[in-house]
């Protein structure tokens, strides 16, 4: 079983050396909990330590505000797009206007899709194969059941994760936490979830890791801090966060 590093210092510990190859794996957790900073750092190491590219799909934000936040890491992206050794594709049609705006501004390469799960899928794929891409993530994939009923809603995750398992690419994506929820459909349908908890605890904020589920792999079971700091995200793997102090404080927003 081949195994894809996942470029946060700390955390390769907790899964016995990184991700299953192939997998979907999904990062939970409140806004502001670091799930963006999670996945660039996953596509920027990957290049930079593995030499491995990446495929950014962008559902959320814009890519000029993620090219512009990575700057704060010392993550390049627009040299790693240029080198081919990066893609990234826009697929937000609520925002399409501001598409043509921000590739004025910077004549970079961004690829437009639809957000129509078909194009976005196929997209995907051309991204992959033009750059031979061993990674990609998907920033987040909330807005794709936004616009749906429930039932449709559920089917349209389903399918997209679905067809990222057919990529010969290890694949991370994200999803917003808001409060306390049940458990959704992209957790029951991915091959790991990874939670990022923010927790406030009288006047400071502790912010946790957690394994929910990692298939086919004997993953540590406990909570671990991880902190933000100027090089990403860091995971403290030998550190323990005891979660019955803490769980009735946990912030909905960590900002
Ligand atoms: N250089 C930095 N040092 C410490 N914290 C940072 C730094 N840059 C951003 N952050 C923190 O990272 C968080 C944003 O992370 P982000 O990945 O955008 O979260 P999410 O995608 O889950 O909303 C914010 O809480 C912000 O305070
Ligand atoms: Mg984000």
Redesign the pocket.
Known sequence: MGKVKTAIPGLDELIEGGYVENDVVLVT??????????G?QYLVGGVMDYNEPGVLVVMDETPARMIR?SW??GWDIEKLVSQNKMKIIYANPFKYTKIAKSLEDKPMSVIAANKNVGEILMQIQIEVAAIKAKRVFV??ITSLKLSAEPVEARNIVSEFIKNLEYLDCTTIM?S?IQGRQAFSVEEYLSSGVVR?HVFRVGGSRIRAIEILKMRGVKHDDTLHPY????KGIIVHPTEVVMNDEISLFETRD??
């Open positions: 957790g409140g806004p502001g909990a670091g799930k963006t900073t999670f660039i936040d704060r890491f920033d987040s994200t917003e990022l902190e933000i700091k100027e960590a900002k």
